[in-house]
């Protein structure tokens, strides 16, 4: 009866403490992939409660002008626009996602993601990010921008095993509390993923 106590307590410690985090969080970056290549962002300030647009042909953010806002049975919408232009732009959040009315009358969905980086020796600058719905990870470097998607292996609580394409090498992924990964790598090295913000 003891140990189940403890185990209650510790439970609902642990969400507490999950809750307090993401409350903590500043902004929500969201992600589409195009034809061409590119990826676009929008960054949702939780604080500020606005928006924010970069793309990976210009990461430089620029904050949207929020036109309205609209609370809806399944999320919110909000009407934005670039500073200085006419042309308004529809945001439809739901769940995890994000869908983009654009002005001529196309959509895109945009997906929650994560960004996590190491800076590691000779200058070498890693990247995770990871996607929720279902649950994915990619890599890559700033010397290789080209996003490689991990193979998921198994998992054991929190810690997931994933591989390259093509490798039979595991790394082992422990996501933290605050966001933040573990890897431990094939030779027992490890390394710290801090999450962006």
């Known amino acids: 009866m003891k140990t189940l106590r403890y185990l209650l307590s510790l439970s609902l410690t ?12 500043q902004r929500i970056r ?6 061409n290549g590119t990826e676009e962002y929008l960054y949702r300030n939780l604080k500020g409660d606005f928006f924010e647009y970069a793309s990976s042909t210009r990461p430089k953010r620029i904050k949207l002008t929020t036109v309205s806002k609209q609370k809806i049975t399944y999320g919110e919408v909000y009407k934005v626009s670039f500073p200085g232009k ?6 439809t959040l739901e769940g995890e996602g994000l869908m983009c009315s654009n002005p001529n009358g196309s959509h895109q969905n ?7 980086v190491c800076k590691g020796k000779n200058g070498l600058i890693e990247y995770l990010y990871t996607k929720s719905v279902p649950p994915r ?3 890559n470097n700033n010397r290789n921008r080209k996003k490689i998607q991990l193979q998921f292996v198994s998992n054991n609580g929190a810690i997931m095993n994933m591989k390259f394409p093509g490798s039979n090498k595991i790394y082992k992924l422990n996501s933290l509390i605050n966001g933040h990964v573990i890897c431990t790598n094939p030779d027992g090295s490890k390394q710290v993923f801090m999450l962006e913000d």
């Open 137 to 139: 990870f990619y890599y």
């Open 30 to 35: 969201y992600v589409t992939s195009n034809a």
């Open 86 to 91: 006419n042309s308004v732009y529809k945001l």
């Open 14 to 25: 642990l969400c507490s403490i999950a809750l307090t985090q993401a409350q903590d969080r």
């Open 110 to 116: 945009f997906e929650a993601e994560d960004k996590l």
